[in-house]
């Protein structure tokens, strides 16, 4: 879906990125930008290499050249800046501005730059003399403008709330490159992973003629996202890949505050040294209220009842917490305790039993899951985790 500008909120963290330095090898030099656009443009066997140049100012050893197929017998060139003509050689261009290519009687008819300037914008022409007939070809060049730092705006059909972004939704965000010639190249990611190009819409131009009277182009283009839990502290990018860029790219980032109710499968540790601890890692975002039912006793988070020890849950990152039950006074065999965290997006309550076993009474299926390095009268506990809502059920053996 297309949105119209005033659809759009700007949350955009813009920087300018390290990209890739170009090779050695390439035969136009790094500070030049060739844009082929298709098939070399020919005229009765004529050619202009490259059609279209763009190239920042003050580039050095800038080339261009006029190719035919047959001996040329004369050749002349008018280049952007000077108002003659002049004969494409060694006697007849300006100062700072030699001949190039293989020679008129291997059809190649070309000059050399030793700096582009300002001035040289515009079109160059070769007149060529083949058989007694001229010949024309020119080729447009064109000096590079940077565009403005890359920004990302999120549609305003994605649902945000306190700062973060309600999962099970399709986020709708614009990236913009604005005012650079030629136009950006745009790429989607998240985190390190390019996104596939079927959540990208067209990419859309829009011209703007500055003050000099130049054609600066901006590039927008559309993704469509859809947003899970697991997608919770990455970061959607977008990189505008420019030629005048000193660095190759900007990019954007949008960072992703997922909300999400507690998940049904957290992580379970019991340990029984000097008291024993339930240690359960849930995964929500925002961070979930607690309480553990024991015995017929609640006990909230932060508080004491009895041998029982509520801590409130820790923040680990990325939509982790840690929840623990500390228990001061010796267990039965068998522990089933319930837990229960809520957030503002749900609640969901995990019932966990704990049995005890010293190492010669473990259940043999379970005797393989044991570190060899764990025997020595030691407690092991084998913890089962059903939660309520859900059909997930798991069994594991933790020392």
Same mark, same amino acid.
């Given at each position: 879906?297309?949105?119209?500008?005033?659809?759009?909120?700007?949350?955009?963290?813009?920087?300018?990125?390290?990209?890739?330095?170009?090779?050695?090898?390439?035969?136009?030099?790094?500070?030049?930008?060739?844009?082929?656009?298709?098939?070399?443009?020919?005229?009765?066997?004529?050619?202009?290499?490259?059609?279209?140049?763009?190239?920042?100012?003050?580039?050095?050893?800038?080339?261009?050249?006029?190719?035919?197929?047959?001996?040329?017998?004369?050749?002349?060139?008018?280049?952007?800046?000077?108002?003659?003509?002049?004969?494409?050689? *060694? /006697?007849? #261009?300006?100062?700072? !501005?030699?001949?190039?290519?293989?020679?008129?009687? =291997? %059809?190649?008819?070309? $000059?050399?730059?030793?700096?582009?300037?300002?001035?040289?914008?515009?079109?160059?022409?070769?007149?060529?003399?083949?058989?007694?007939?001229?010949?024309?070809?020119?080729?447009?060049?064109?000096?590079?403008?940077?565009?403005?730092?890359?920004?990302?705006?999120?549609?305003?059909?994605?649902?945000?709330?306190?700062?973060?972004?309600?999962?099970?939704?399709?986020?709708?965000?614009?990236?913009?490159?604005?005012?650079?010639?030629?136009?950006?190249?745009?790429?989607?990611?998240?985190?390190?992973?390019?996104? *596939? /190009?079927? #959540?990208?819409?067209? !990419?859309?131009?829009?011209?703007?003629?500055?003050? =000099? %009277?130049?054609?600066? $182009?901006?590039?927008?283009?559309?993704?469509?996202?859809?947003?899970?839990?697991?997608?919770?502290?990455?970061?959607?990018?977008?990189?505008?890949?420019?030629?005048?860029?000193?660095?190759?790219?900007?990019?954007?980032?949008?960072?992703?505050?997922?909300?999400?109710?507690?998940?049904?499968?957290?992580?379970?540790?019991?340990?029984?040294?000097?008291?024993?601890?339930?240690?359960?890692?849930?995964?929500?975002?925002?961070?979930?209220?607690?309480?553990?039912?024991?015995?017929?006793?609640?006990?909230?988070?932060?508080?004491?009842?009895?041998?029982?020890?509520?801590?409130?849950?820790?923040?680990?990152?990325? %939509?982790?917490?840690? $929840?623990?039950?500390?228990?001061?006074?010796?267990?039965?065999?068998?522990?089933?305790?319930?837990?229960?965290?809520?957030?503002?997006?749900?609640?969901?309550?995990?019932?966990?039993?704990?049995?005890?076993?010293?190492?010669?009474?473990?259940?043999?299926?379970?005797?393989?899951?044991?570190?060899?390095?764990?025997?020595?009268?030691?407690?092991?506990?084998?913890?089962?985790?059903?939660?309520?809502?859900?059909?997930?059920?798991?069994?594991?053996?933790?020392?």
């Amino acid at each position: 879906m297309n949105l119209e500008p005033s659809a759009w909120r700007r949350r955009t963290q813009s920087s300018k990125a390290v990209a890739t330095s170009a090779s050695a090898s390439v035969w136009w030099y790094v500070t030049v930008c060739i844009a082929l656009g298709g098939s070399l443009v020919e005229s009765q066997g004529l050619q202009a290499i490259p059609p279209r140049l763009y190239v920042k100012n003050l580039s050095r050893n800038v080339n261009l050249l006029c190719k035919s197929d047959k001996p040329i017998e004369d050749c002349s060139v008018k280049i952007p800046g000077y108002l003659q003509w002049s004969t494409a050689d *060694d /006697s007849g #261009l300006p100062s700072g !501005i030699g001949p190039y290519g293989d020679g008129w009687s =291997k %059809g190649e008819c070309g $000059v050399r730059f030793m700096v582009v300037k300002s001035a040289n914008e515009g079109k160059f022409f070769c007149n060529v003399t083949v058989g007694g007939q001229v010949f024309q070809q020119s080729i447009d060049i064109m000096l590079t403008v940077t565009p403005e730092p890359t920004e990302i705006e999120i549609g305003k059909d994605t649902e945000i709330s306190n700062g973060g972004y309600r999962e099970n939704q399709t986020l709708t965000a614009r990236c913009i490159s604005q005012d650079g010639v030629p136009m950006s190249n745009l790429s989607w990611y998240l985190d390190d992973d390019l996104l *596939d /190009s079927s #959540l990208l819409g067209e !990419i859309q131009l829009k011209n703007r003629t500055d003050n =000099k %009277g130049k054609t600066l $182009v901006t590039v927008e283009q559309e993704l469509r996202y859809f947003l899970t839990a697991q997608d919770n502290g990455k970061r959607i990018i977008c990189r505008a890949s420019h030629f005048a860029i000193g660095k190759g790219f900007y990019r954007a980032f949008l960072p992703l505050n997922i909300h999400f109710a507690p998940l049904p499968t957290p992580t379970v540790d019991i340990r029984d040294s000097p008291n024993e601890m339930i240690n359960v890692t849930i995964k929500a975002n925002p961070r979930p209220s607690t309480s553990w039912y024991v015995k017929g006793q609640t006990i909230e988070e932060g508080l004491t009842n009895g041998p029982y020890q509520a801590y409130i849950p820790k923040d680990l990152g990325n %939509g982790n917490f840690q $929840v623990i039950l500390k228990i001061n006074e010796p267990t039965e065999q068998t522990e089933l305790i319930e837990l229960q965290a809520t957030n503002g997006l749900g609640s969901r309550t995990y019932v966990i039993k704990g049995s005890k076993y010293l190492e010669n009474e473990i259940p043999d299926d379970d005797v393989d899951d044991v570190d060899e390095k764990g025997r020595n009268g030691a407690v092991f506990w084998l913890i089962s985790i059903w939660t309520f809502c859900t059909s997930v059920i798991f069994t594991c053996l933790l020392r």
